[in-house]
Nanobody, 121 residues
Framework: QVQLVESGGGLVQPEGSLRLSCAASGSIFTISAMRWYRQAPGNQRELVAR???????NYADFVKGRFTISRDNANNTVYLQMNSLKSEDTAVYYCNADIRIEAYKPLLGYWGQGTQVTVSS
């Protein structure tokens, strides 16, 4: 059984900052790519940022220069540092990871339960 647990969401004023964390636990052999997605009410879930096992990163255009994704491989944790937050960043943020639970088993995608981020004055 694998679990992804997010934390760090909350209410923040425009131009403020938040740091999200997502810790993977359980039967884990290796973790490949890790990602952050978000979903605002009435919208589809969208990719925010991705980080490979080696640390290469990709960002959606709407967060470039403001958000930073990082990971701690020793603790199976991915982070999202969010700066200069805007009202349009308000959404539920989900982490996603490609995890192999045993050697020679395929990589499977796992999701966290989501954490609410609200940007409002």
């Amino acid at each position: 059984q694998v679990q992804l647990v997010e934390s760090g969401g909350g209410l923040v004023q425009p131009e403020g900052s938040l740091r999200l964390s997502c810790a993977a636990s359980g039967s884990i052999f290796t973790i490949s790519a890790m990602r952050w997605y978000r979903q605002a009410p009435g919208n589809q879930r969208e990719l925010v940022a991705r980080i490979s096992s080696g640390g290469s990163t990709n960002y959606a255009d709407f967060v470039k220069g403001r958000f930073t994704i990082s990971r701690d491989n020793a603790n199976n944790t991915v982070y999202l540092q969010m700066n200069s937050l805007k009202s349009e960043d308000t959404a539920v943020y989900y982490c996603n990871a490609d995890i192999r639970i045993e050697a020679y088993k395929p990589l499977l995608g796992y999701w966290g339960q989501g954490t609410q981020v609200t940007v409002s004055s």
